[in-house]
């Protein structure tokens, strides 16, 4: 009564609540109706007072139903001071977010006592999860305009940071020169999509990246005496496809230089079983998280990386592969384009909320298959249109190698010995330059520069490294 008082007396006071105060916040309905007429009023730029108010419910018919002219009169006489408007708002705000939580806990305890075959007692608790932090968020009254000086400051620190790291990059590294250099690293609340056809290496790179930057991780005691991160990051690594046994297979493999068919069927000599254990050890302590659960759906990975981050720390989310998650929700739409943009608009809006980079693998379309040129574009994109819009970064992973490899020319009927002999020496010197070399095309990128970096990869321990080649120095040119 004293809020709707202050504003009927100064319409300013609703200015102070209006970011976070909504009508459905009141208790009373009569509250609830008389401050939804007055932001109605005072967004259209007419006067809200005990007057207008009048005029309004009567044209609404239900001016009885608010208690009339005695009721509006006495809220005007309830306003105590329209200085204190905004903490009579937060209180009310407060209030309400209490009676939420009273009935999300009743809610949580009436559907654990009810036992049902489609709904586990998990999927219950990411469920719990998903609309507390919903309530959470909404809860939320903070925010709004930053002083262009604040943001200037905060640009300066993240330059400061990264002058002092030893890799130089603002973002968190990924372990590789030449793709960090065109980078700057990956960054807080970007979306970075790595895609390319099968077999071209996107899992093995993503990997790569996933533990470099884990690796990588260290703390400093900053100026106020407090432990912040300095460089890489904690690492999220959902990984639908492969299980966690599997990738760390592949992690084993990589590191000791034992192929990962022989770590598997157990074939490690005595010659190697020390580095073997010494690898492990260095593992252990790399703070790397991996999830394997199969179809995830977008509310659940969003619950299980805020979850990671509070426990444990979060730096980096990476995702294999985004066409393998559900937008979430009971029911699937049949239109996979309309699925696909509210995933990527999900891990957009995971990466802004948690401030970490996500990063996310993506399938393409058979369409580079019908080319001459097997390098992939922008287009290729399955379900491209969301994918490349809700982007900050849109890399693709190409290996001529391994299309030269199933191009080996034969001889045609009409060709002369010598001719094909020319002819198969070119490619056999094409395969020579391309042999190891993989190229990664930054087609997209809203904080800088475009263009191709070369990488070294090793198919037998699915590797990839930088690539010391002077002649792929810079493969955009």
Known sequence: ?????????????????????????????????????CSRLIERGQLANSVTLKAY???????????????????????????????????????????????????????????TLDESAMQQIEEAERNLYDLATTGQFEGGFTPLPDALRQAIDTAEAAFKRSSHVSGVTTGFRDLDKKLGGLHPSDLVILAGRPSMGKTALATNIAFNAAAAYREATNAEGKMEVAEGAKVAFFSLEMSAEQLANRLLSEQT??????????????????????????LSRVPLFIDDTPALTIPALRTRARRLKRQHGLGLIVIDYLQLLYPGGTTRSDNRVQEVSE????????????????????????????????????????????????????????REQYYLERAEPKQRPDETPEKFEQRHEQWLKRCEQVHNVAEVNIAKQRHGPIGTVGLF??????RFGNLERPDYADASQ
Not at 15 to 31: A, G, Q, T
Not at 76 to 104: C, K, M, P, V
Not at 257 to 282: C, H, K, N, T, Y
Not at 348 to 364: C, D, I, M, W
């Open 257 to 282: 230089e034992i192929a990962s068919d022989r770590i598997r069927r157990g074939e490690v000599s005595r010659e190697d079983f020390p580095r073997f254990l010494e690898v492990v050890q260095q």
């Open 343 to 398: 995933i990527t608009r999900g891990l957009k809006a995971l990466a802004k909320e948690l401030q970490v980079p996500v990063l996310a693998l993506s399938q393409l379309s058979r369409a580079v298959e019908q080319r001459e040129d097997k390098r992939p574009q922008l287009a290729d994109l399955r379900e491209s249109g969301s994918i490349e819009q809700d982007a900050d970064v849109v890399m693709f992973i190409f």
């Open 57 to 115: 419910f009567e044209q609404d018919k239900t001016l009885e139903e608010i208690g009339g002219t005695k009721y509006l009169a006495r809220l005007e006489g309830a306003a105590i001071s329209i200085i204190n408007a905004g903490e009579y708002g937060r209180t009310i705000h407060d209030l309400f977010l209490r009676r939420q939580l009273i009935e999300l806990g009743s809610d949580v305890v009436n559907r654990a006592y009810e036992v």
């Open 1 to 37: 009564m004293a809020l709707l008082g202050a504003i009927l007396a100064n319409n300013r006071a609703y200015e102070k609540v209006s970011e976070f105060l909504r009508p459905d916040h009141f208790i009373d309905p009569r509250h609830q109706r008389m401050f939804d007429a």
């Open 457 to 462: 990869f090793d198919g037998t321990y699915t």
